[in-house]
C-alpha cells in the first residue's frame, strides 16, 4: 500500500526549531513534485513549500528565510527543516505528492496524514 507518513511535529517555543520528515513507503518508482501544507484551526490549508524532482523549491512569502524544503529522491523522502518558529507557524502539517508512479499505476494528489505543530509565544 501506497503512503506518504509524516513524523518530527510537536511542541516548541517561539524561536525554536523543527524537522518534519515525509516518507513515502510501498513499490514506487517516482514521484513527482512533493511539497508541505499547513491547516491552522478555522483557517483554510495553505501551501507552504514545493520542491521539484529536480530541486527546485517555492516558498509562501511568510516562511521564506526561516524554512528550508529538499528532498532525497532515493530515500523517497522529502524534509522541511523550520527555524525560527513563531506562534502563527501552528497548524497541522501535511505532506504531499503531485504524483506517484508505482507498479499500479499512478497517483495523483496524494496527501499524508498530517503531523501537528505547535509553537509557543
Known amino acids: 500500500q501506497v503512503q506518504l507518513v509524516e513524523s518530527g511535529g510537536g511542541l516548541v517555543q517561539a524561536g525554536g526549531s523543527l524537522r518534519l520528515s515525509c516518507a513515502a513507503s510501498g513499490s514506487i518508482f517516482s514521484i513527482s513534485a512533493m511539497g508541505w501544507y499547513r491547516q491552522a484551526p478555522g483557517k483554510q490549508r495553505e501551501l507552504v513549500a514545493t520542491?521539484?524532482?529536480?530541486?527546485?523549491?517555492n516558498y509562501v512569502d511568510s516562511v521564506k528565510g526561516r524554512f528550508t524544503i529538499s528532498r532525497d529522491n532515493a530515500k523517497k523522502t522529502v524534509w522541511l527543516q523550520m527555524n525560527s518558529l513563531k506562534p502563527e507557524d501552528t497548524a497541522v502539517y501535511y505532506c504531499?505528492?503531485?504524483?506517484?508512479?508505482?507498479?499500479?499505476?499512478?497517483?495523483?494528489?496524494?496527501w499524508g496524514q498530517g503531523t501537528q505543530v505547535t509553537v509557543s509565544s
Open positions: 504531499h505528492a503531485d504524483s506517484l508512479t508505482t507498479g499500479r499505476g499512478t497517483f495523483y494528489d496524494y
Open positions: 520542491i521539484s524532482s529536480g530541486g527546485s523549491t
